[in-house]
């Protein structure tokens, strides 16, 4: 139903910055609850944020609280995960997916439609 596209991974340093975005071809994020799960290897996959359709709350995994903030471009229809002071330990393969539900009070990994996934390292 939703074709989505993920982007925005990269290389980087420690400390540094990175701005990832979701997009649904040919359509709009606006109608959907989004959310950002990530996996790195030979880990189980988490859910990083989520940002609910309809009421806009949004979740946040305990260890990224103060450095990633979850939006949506509502001109654009898409959503973006902005992510400051990186850690080395942010090193995954970064996911956005979309439900209709809004988000169950946390950020989890039950989603309906899910993107590629972008690669985000961080080492030095």
């Known amino acids: 139903q939703v074709h989505l596209v993920d982007s925005g991974g990269d290389s980087v340093q420690p400390g540094g910055s990175l701005r990832l975005s979701c997009a649904a071809a040919?359509?709009?994020?606006?109608?959907?609850?989004i959310g950002w799960i990530r996996q790195a290897p030979g880990k189980e996959r988490e859910g990083v944020s989520c940002?609910?359709?309809?009421?806009?709350?949004?979740y946040y995994l305990d260890s990224v609280k103060g450095r990633f903030g979850i939006s949506r471009d509502i001109a654009n229809g898409t959503v973006s995960l902005r992510m400051i002071s990186l850690k080395p330990e942010d090193t995954a393969v970064y996911y956005c997916?979309?439900?209709?539900?809004?988000?169950?009070?946390?950020?989890?990994?039950?989603?309906?439609?899910w993107g590629q996934g972008t690669q985000v390292t961080v080492s030095s």
């Open positions: 997916a979309a439900r209709t539900a809004i988000c169950g009070g946390r950020a989890d990994t039950s989603y309906d439609f």
């Open positions: 040919g359509s709009t994020l606006n109608n959907y609850t």
């Open positions: 940002l609910s359709r309809l009421t806009g709350n949004t």
